[in-house]
């Protein structure tokens, strides 16, 4: 498993690479204006949808991705990841 933090959307084809190799990574969108973010998580639904992969919310600007050969189970709840939201514009 992989942790990255793009500073950029340039970043997105590195995270693409390494799920291309059936690497699990986790995207910390922290870093990047909320308008990167969106083109960033717009880019890889995509990818991860083509690679027939999957991309989870799992915090606020959390994305974990994966490769088709990883199974997801269980949710994080949305009301938590809300309560935290609640305070800033950022909604990805």
């Given at each position: 498993?992989?942790l990255?933090?793009?500073?950029?959307f340039?970043?997105?084809?590195?995270?693409l690479?390494?799920?291309?190799?059936r690497v699990t990574?986790?995207?910390?969108l922290?870093?990047?204006?909320s308008?990167?973010a969106k083109?960033?998580?717009?880019?890889?639904?995509?990818a991860?949808?083509?690679?027939?992969g999957s991309?989870?919310?799992i915090?606020h600007g959390?994305?974990l991705c994966t490769?088709?050969?990883?199974?997801i189970e269980?949710?994080i709840s949305e009301e938590?990841?809300?309560?935290?939201?609640?305070n800033?514009?950022v909604?990805?």
């Amino acid at each position: 498993m992989l942790l990255i933090e793009p500073r950029a959307f340039s970043e997105a084809q590195d995270i693409l690479t390494h799920l291309k190799k059936r690497v699990t990574v986790v995207v910390n969108l922290g870093r990047v204006t909320s308008e990167q973010a969106k083109r960033i998580i717009d880019y890889l639904t995509g990818a991860t949808s083509a690679l027939e992969g999957s991309i989870e919310k799992i915090g606020h600007g959390i994305f974990l991705c994966t490769p088709n050969n990883v199974d997801i189970e269980g949710r994080i709840s949305e009301e938590t990841t809300a309560k935290k939201e609640k305070n800033t514009e950022v909604e990805w």
